[in-house]
């Protein structure tokens, strides 16, 4: 895990220049916490850079990464589809507010049908559903864009257009997909010449056919079994067919010189002003939010500017503090720890602000664990999950839906959970009239509740739907917890199914809130194949 010889020339000759903030003290901190993380979380590598405003001025690479390898670097390839659109909207091609073509979208089956815009699909509230029947996530043929995009034709839309947030790779692919058709150019072409190009970026492409493939960084996935374990292997490589939402390849020395552009006002790529409309929350009061593509934050007090990534064996992150002109890149060979890579970079965040400007992170309280872990343990469910917890080693842990995770206390009943998918959610427990724990709230909407002592069975009609169905790298797994159905979906969590009738469950809050499961069964009431949220996924076993 040592830095490499290039990267310690790259960091004296950028920091030496900087007599303002040294940055040199601060990074033995940053790299103590890299390590430290890729060793808890069985993390391969990982490669960062840190930008002060045109500099780079710190970047290497850990473990299987070095400081130029390739990375996929999933959602963060939105932030170009969407200075894309905006490019052309400021051309007068396109128009954010103007009604989609109806040949690139799903059927609008609402009373009144309202319009699909741009601006909606832009800030996820389009009412798309989250992937496309083919070249989605599950979709492993490579069909390409425009045929991705012609498969949503007949589908119909999962929630009313502008009611709700809901994340969609399809969405920004159709948005994608526009500008090849205002600019008369493949969206692959477009990219080089009006966005990547300017910037220099020269180890960047949007297929596999034009990465220079010695440099890409292996990388491993977690998947599931079929019966409640994992394994690790290598994860695949191939073009999504929903290219514009997440199948940019980059390193960190390149998309450090797309933050210097946007802490420099867009560095030429777009008029400042159109930029600065990207970074306002979209049809929401809130502070916080979705803009046009980027996703705006704070980090204490600081507004963010970011998006992070998770695709086939990669979980990426790029985050801007627009106002201070900083900027951190981390990117990372391991499927499904983007809880990992937001730490690491808040640790990077912290650090810079330290050396910059002499701002403290503030102090964390010291806290022993109660005395009692053991009433915190057992079995749990929420509208979504469910979990198990125990004590180990005079600590409480245990699995959410599959996922490893830690609590740390903060509180007489408060902790601080930590898992590979989130990093510092706090979990708030609650107790009966009788002081007994009764269950907790997670994070902003999970609401666990103790499982009984004697969970219902489940009704033995829906046995047969239990298996594996998809692809061998990322099965759909379908099981019983406590009487109830779960899906395990992406390699991530088990989400609770809830029935609408005797082949069809919702799914819960989560990445398909709004969508569903459709079992397609035989005469005999076993299931060849789902309807997994408009994907066909064939049964395995």
Not at 31 to 54: F, H, K, P, S
Not at 124 to 129: E, F, I, N
């Amino acid at each position: 895990m040592k830095r490499s010889p290039l990267a310690l020339c790259a960091l004296l000759a950028t920091t030496s220049s900087n007599p303002a903030a040294d940055y040199a003290t601060v990074l033995p901190a940053l790299e103590e916490d890299i390590r430290r993380e890729m060793t808890d979380w069985n993390i391969g590598g990982i490669a960062v850079a840190l930008v002060d405003d045109q500099r780079v001025v710190y970047a290497a690479g850990f473990g299987e990464a070095k400081r130029d390898s390739v990375f996929r670097v999933g959602s963060i390839s939105k932030l170009f589809n969407a200075i894309a659109v905006m490019q052309q909207v400021e051309a007068g091609k396109l128009d954010l507010d103007a009604p989609l073509p109806a040949d690139v979208l799903p059927l609008n089956t609402f009373p009144g049908a309202p319009a699909v815009t741009l601006r909606q699909i832009l800030c996820h509230r389009s009412g798309l559903q989250r992937e496309s029947p083919i070249g989605g996530y599950f979709d492993d043929s490579q069909p390409g864009l425009k045929a991705t995009v012609a498969s949503v034709r007949g589908c119909v839309l999962a929630t009313l257009p502008g009611e709700k947030t809901r994340y969609s790779n399809v969405a920004p692919s159709i948005a994608g997909r526009l500008v090849e058709r205002a600019s008369g150019q493949t969206f692959e072409s477009y990219q080089r010449q009006h966005v990547m190009g300017p910037l220099n970026m020269t180890y960047s492409a949007w297929t596999l056919a034009r990465v220079a493939r010695k440099r890409i960084v292996r990388s491993h996935m977690r998947v599931a079994d079929g019966h409640g374990g994992w394994t690790r292997r290598p994860a695949p490589l191939f073009d999504l067919g929903t290219l514009p939402a997440g199948n940019l390849f980059s390193t960190v020395d390149d998309l450090a010189r797309f933050a210097s552009a946007l802490l420099a006002d867009g560095g030429g790529l777009m008029k400042s002003e159109t930029l600065h409309t990207m970074w306002q929350p979209q049809l929401t009061k809130d502070e916080a939010g979705f803009g046009l593509g980027f996703i705006v934050g704070k980090f204490r007090e600081h507004r963010t500017i970011s998006h992070n990534g998770a695709v086939y064996g990669y979980s990426s992150l790029l985050v801007l503090l627009p106002d201070e002109k900083l900027a951190a890149v981390v990117l990372g060979n391991e499927d499904v720890v983007n809880g990992r890579i937001r730490h690491i970079g808040d640790t990077a965040l912290s650090l810079l602000l330290e050396a910059k400007f002499g701002e403290k992170p503030p102090q964390q309280a010291k806290l022993s664990p109660p005395r009692d872990l053991a009433r915190f343990a057992g079995d749990y469910e929420s509208q979504s999950y469910w979990a198990h917890l125990e004590v180990r080693d005079g600590r409480l842990g245990g699995e959410i839906s599959g996922q490893p995770i830690r609590f740390v206390p903060a509180g007489k009943l408060n902790f601080t959970a930590y898992s590979r998918i989130d990093d510092a959610l706090p979990a708030a427990f609650e107790q009966d009239a009788t002081g007994a724990v009764s269950g907790f709230k997670y994070g902003p909407i999970q609401h666990f509740t103790r499982v009984a002592a004697k969970p219902r069975a489940l009704p033995p009609e829906w046995e047969p739907y239990l298996g594996s169905y998809g692809p061998a790298f990322i099965p759909l797994v379908v099981s019983e917890r406590h009487g109830h159905l779960y899906a395990m979906t992406e390699n991530m969590v088990d989400y609770r199914l809830t029935p609408v009738n005797r082949q069809v469950c919702a799914l819960p809050p989560g990445m398909y809130a709004d969508e569903q499961v459709v079992f397609l069964t035989e005469a005999n009431g076993r299931p060849q194949c789902v309807n997994f949220a408009n994907m066909l996924l064939h049964r395995r076993k």
